[in-house]
């Protein structure tokens, strides 16, 4: 994986000085706000919208499951008045670990414990399992069960306040020296005051050993099966998020769990947490739908001086995979500032630069002092870095490695013979992937997770009863409603996906090791359940050139906007990761889809799914019978009324016409109010660029057919609403 170079063009410090322009209609990188009792009304969260808040994230860590729906409610009411789209991200509790703490619930239903206590360095800690303990300076009674026979002498123990920093006073890190029955006895390596909800997090001493203590938990608990099926019964999900995600199994089992909770729109993100999700990157990044580097717990995991390389690496990976990849824990300090630090201010653009599709604001939004201007700050931030990076780069980085990737797959199928090829194709994809990736090593592709790896080390688990609580509680074993526990796992719900064909993502693009296999694509959204993998891939392929070629056609005539209609999202997320400098208009056309004896209406949620993605502006549509000319004009005239494009501005639309995929290019009249009439059409590989006059400006529209491709087929509505 080679490192991106960033050139400035402009080099002149003192005019960098100079007051920002305007801030544009939109900012490419979009913000995630953890919702909590800093902007729990309804007139924080109109506020938060209108300061460019993309997706709203519920995390069932903490709060009870009435307080989570009443904020969706008060969203629900934002949205409306703010007529802006939102999406809805849960974050489950999954393998997080918590130190049992007595609470009470304040006036609006959120937790307050009661009062704080100091732990000084050198003193002896024992973390226990006695359900009879009470939390102290010296005392400290954890959730979970098993916890005494899951460490070893050696192993550091971080316990912090929820959504901490790491550095600041209710961070305490321990060094086990032994364990004695359910007792583990720990030496504190600094001084902490201890208050709110503490978390634990678990680092092995052993640095060859890449299991942590939470990586070999089930990835679901009993609260966050219970919660989600609460939640989904009133409100629509767009994403859930894995805490401490293992592996590609991980995703394979949550998927078949919403699809059996009927929630097969809901799009799956997986949080990269522990050096075991980094060796099962490829496994993961090819199951997800999204990921997100959950960088507060996989900081204390990986070495410091590890942590910008690992950052740069996913990043890069997801954006050659066209997987939206969001960063966490950014502007820490304004929880309690209005002024980020200079560290912070130049970590976010950084990330920026490094080609992130969102940040994800935690404590910030939750319970931070000042949720509103963190959001214009992070936006601000991220609008100056758009400004100088370096999309032609970033263009021909993504050309170059793929066809890299491209080449040794055909290398590697050539030096492969009959009877060296894996006996199971899920091991052959996985061992592909692995080396694909860039981030597994040489020689390191056994530490992958299977049956004997490194990954899988049997364990036994006790049970013990579970308080009466609407909040997260302590793990015990449990079967329920067709969700396999697993054997002798405690206080958490195992998931197993189902046997059979592998799955896929209806983002980004298809893994290039599974192009042979025949499979089922999940969450397509586009009727072609069960198409065999050969075809599916060649149309897949035949998508990726038709979003490069958009993209490359939208930078040489200076477009003002991209067009293109999603039925999956796919096109959307492909054109997205090349990081154009125009905005790129997603047309989603709700319909009516039957279900058992129901009709339910599916697009709404997959309009506020792109809005993860970087630099994508979704809108919904209604549909119409209408002819292509007029689609398209209704569409671009929609663009223009919301600012998107201005007079005379070109405009690189993919829409379909005949069943095909089509790249068109249209103008502007000069007062901006509709297109002007194209003359002609060409069908070919590649828009014929030759024919681009006048420093890149059009003498004709030209367009580009792609025979046989059936995704993105439907036609362009023929009026946008403006609830979008």
């Known amino acids: 994986m080679k490192a991106k170079l960033h050139f400035l063009e402009n080099n002149d410090v003192a005019s960098i000085l100079n007051p920002a322009g305007p801030a544009p209609h939109i900012a490419g990188t979009k913000v995630i706000a953890t919702i909590g009792p800093a902007c729990h009304e309804v007139e924080q969260l109109v506020e938060l919208l209108q300061c460019g808040m993309s997706c709203a994230r519920i995390d069932l860590t903490w709060g009870p499951v009435e307080y989570h729906k009443q904020s969706?409610?008060?969203?629900?009411?934002?949205?409306?008045?703010?007529?802006?789209?939102?999406?809805?991200?849960?974050?489950?509790?999954?393998r997080e670990l918590m130190i049992r703490r007595s609470y009470s619930l304040d006036e609006k239903g959120w937790p307050k414990h009661d009062g704080a206590f100091e732990v000084k360095r050198g003193a002896e800690v024992i973390v226990t399992t006695d359900l009879n303990a009470v939390a102290s300076s010296s005392c400290m009674p954890i959730t979970y069960p098993n916890f005494h026979n899951l460490v070893n002498a050696g192993d550091t123990l971080f316990i912090g306040r929820y959504l901490v920093s790491g550095a600041d006073d209710s961070s305490l890190y321990l060094e086990v020296s032994s364990v004695d029955g359910c007792n583990v006895k720990c030496t504190a390596q600094n001084d902490a005051v201890m208050d709110g909800l503490l978390t634990v997090t678990h680092h092995s001493a052993n640095e060859s050993d890449m299991m942590s203590m939470q990586a070999?938990?089930?990835?679901?608990?009993?609260?966050?099966?219970?919660?989600?099926?609460?939640?989904?019964?009133?409100?629509?999900?767009?994403?859930?998020?894995?805490?401490?995600?293992?592996?590609?199994?991980?995703?394979?089992?949550?998927?078949?769990?919403l699809d059996k909770m009927g929630l097969e729109q809901t799009k799956i993100l997986a949080k990269l947490e522990n050096r075991a999700a980094l060796y099962n990157f490829a496994s993961i990044a090819t199951a997800a739908d999204g990921l997100i580097l959950s960088?507060?717990?996989?900081?204390?995991?990986?070495?410091?001086?590890?942590?910008?390389?690992?950052?740069?690496?996913?990043?890069?990976?997801?954006?050659?995979?066209?997987?939206?990849?969001?960063?966490?824990?950014?502007?820490?300090?304004?929880?309690?500032?209005?002024?980020?630090?200079?560290?912070?201010?130049?970590?976010?653009?950084?990330?920026?630069?490094?080609?992130?599709?969102?940040?994800l604001l935690g404590a910030e939004t939750l319970r931070g002092k000042y949720p509103a201007i963190t959001i214009k700050t992070v936006l601000a931030i991220c609008r100056q870095a758009e400004e100088v990076f370096d999309y032609s780069g970033h263009f021909e980085c993504l050309t170059l490695q793929q066809e890299e990737d491209d080449r040794a797959m055909r290398m590697r199928k050539r030096?492969?013979?009959?009877?060296?090829?894996?006996?199971?194709?899920?091991?052959?994809?996985?061992?592909?992937?692995?080396?694909?990736?860039?981030?597994?090593?040489?020689?390191?592709?056994?530490?992958?997770?299977?049956?004997?790896?490194?990954?899988?080390?049997?364990?036994?688990?006790?049970?013990?009863?579970?308080?009466?609580?609407?909040?997260?509680?302590?793990?015990?074993?449990?079967?329920?409603?067709?969700?396999?526990?697993?054997?002798?796992?405690?206080?958490?719900?195992?998931?197993?996906?189902?046997?059979?064909?592998?799955?896929?993502?209806?983002?980004?693009?298809?893994?290039?090791?599974?192009?042979?296999?025949?499979?089922?694509?999940?969450?397509?959204?586009?009727?072609?359940?069960?198409?065999?993998?050969?075809?599916?891939?060649?149309?897949?392929?035949?998508?990726?050139?038709?979003?490069?070629?958009?993209?490359?056609?939208?930078?040489?005539?200076?477009?003002?906007?991209?067009?293109?209609?999603a039925s999956s999202g796919r096109t959307a997320s492909l054109m997205a990761k090349y990081r154009p400098t125009m905005p790129i208009l997603t047309l989603v056309v709700p319909h009516l889809k039957s279900s058992a004896l129901k009709w339910e209406l599916q697009g709404r949620s997959l309009a506020r799914q792109c809005l993860i993605m970087r630099g994508v502006v979704p809108m919904l549509a209604a549909p119409s019978s209408g002819s292509t000319d007029n689609m398209l004009?209704?569409?671009?005239?929609?663009?223009?009324?919301?600012?998107?494009?201005?007079?005379?501005?070109?405009?690189?639309?993919?829409?379909?016409?005949?069943?095909?995929?089509?790249?068109?290019?249209?103008?502007?009249?000069?007062?901006?109010?509709?297109?002007?009439?194209?003359?002609?059409?060409?069908?070919?590989?590649?828009v014929d660029l030759s024919q681009m006059g006048n420093g890149g400006n059009p003498v004709t529209a030209g367009a580009v057919l792609a025979p046989e491709i059936e995704l993105d087929t439907s036609p362009i509505p023929s009026r946008v609403t403006a609830a979008a």
């Open 633 to 686: 004009q209704d569409a671009v005239t929609a663009a223009a009324k919301r600012g998107l494009v201005r007079p005379n501005d070109h405009v690189v639309c993919v829409m379909s016409i005949k069943d095909s995929l089509v790249v068109k290019v249209v103008t502007m009249d000069g007062i901006g109010a509709r297109c002007m009439r194209h003359s002609h059409s060409a069908q070919g590989s590649e």
């Open 295 to 359: 960088r507060g717990n996989l900081g204390l995991d990986v070495a410091p001086e590890k942590m910008a390389l690992v950052q740069k690496s996913v990043v890069s990976r997801c954006n050659l995979l066209g997987k939206p990849v969001i960063i966490t824990r950014v502007l820490d300090t304004m929880a309690t500032a209005p002024r980020p630090t200079r560290a912070e201010a130049t970590d976010v653009a950084n990330a920026v630069l490094d080609g992130a599709d969102g940040l």
């Open 72 to 94: 969706l409610q008060n969203l629900q009411e934002a949205v409306k008045k703010t007529r802006r789209l939102c999406a809805v991200l849960l974050d489950t509790l999954g």
């Open 415 to 565: 030096t492969i013979s009959d009877e060296d090829l894996p006996e199971t194709p899920g091991t052959a994809s996985r061992q592909l992937t692995t080396i694909q990736s860039g981030i597994v090593a040489v020689g390191q592709e056994g530490l992958m997770r299977g049956s004997g790896s490194p990954l899988s080390r049997p364990t036994t688990r006790t049970s013990s009863d579970q308080p009466d609580s609407s909040l997260p509680p302590l793990h015990k074993q449990s079967h329920h409603g067709g969700i396999k526990a697993g054997h002798g796992q405690s206080g958490v719900v195992a998931l197993q996906a189902r046997a059979g064909m592998p799955k896929v993502s209806s983002f980004g693009s298809l893994p290039r090791s599974l192009s042979e296999q025949s499979m089922h694509p999940k969450r397509s959204g586009d009727g072609d359940r069960g198409m065999p993998m050969q075809p599916f891939a060649s149309q897949i392929n035949k998508a990726e050139s038709i979003a490069s070629t958009a993209v490359r056609t939208a930078d040489k005539i200076k477009a003002g906007l991209i067009i293109v209609y």
């Open 216 to 257: 070999d938990l089930p990835v679901l608990s009993e609260h966050d099966v219970h919660a989600i099926r609460d939640i989904s019964s009133h409100f629509e999900v767009d994403f859930v998020s894995l805490t401490f995600t293992r592996d590609g199994e991980d995703i394979d089992g949550m998927r078949d769990f």
